[in-house]
């Protein structure tokens, strides 16, 4: 008769090696996409806040230019910046003010934008 031998294969030790291994990439790729998501939630909340102060500044303010400004958050926030704009709506007495907050030098489609209709003077 033939002696028993413990222990495992070659082969069983390059499918268990595979299974890890795929388990491995899933979780790396799990990891990054997390990451990433934590990265767009900070600037979605810290743009909101921010679009909504200047929002409040522009709108406290009675004879806000029509013309398009812009600028930045330096010192607090130097890697964002700002633009707004102040226009009429065909609708007597009734302004749009736009606030959107981007990244500088960031793509177009990285950006928040926060839309505000008032009525000016009743």
């Known amino acids: 008769m033939r002696a028993q031998q413990n222990g495992f294969t070659l ?3 390059m499918v268990a090696m595979s299974i890890l291994a795929l388990a491995l990439v899933a979780v790396f ?8 998501m934590s990265s ?12 909504a ?11 806000a ?4 400004q812009k600028g930045d958050f330096a010192p607090d926030h130097p890697e964002l910046a700002w633009s707004a704009r102040v226009t009429g709506t065909g609708i007597a007495r009734l302004m749009k003010i736009e606030v959107t907050v981007f990244y500088k030098g960031a ?3 990285d950006a928040y934008q926060l839309v505000l209709y008032k009525t000016s003077g009743l």
Do not use: N
Not at 30 to 35: N, P
Not at 40 to 51: G, I, K, V
Not at 53 to 63: F, I, S, V, W, Y
């Open 11 to 13: 082969l069983e030790v």
């Open 29 to 36: 790729h799990m990891q990054s996409q997390s990451i990433s």
């Open 40 to 51: 767009d939630a900070r600037f979605r909340a810290t743009a909101s806040l921010l679009a």
């Open 53 to 63: 102060g200047k929002m409040a500044d522009l709108e406290a303010d009675p004879g």
């Open 65 to 68: 230019a029509r013309e398009a």
């Open 107 to 109: 793509e177009e489609g």
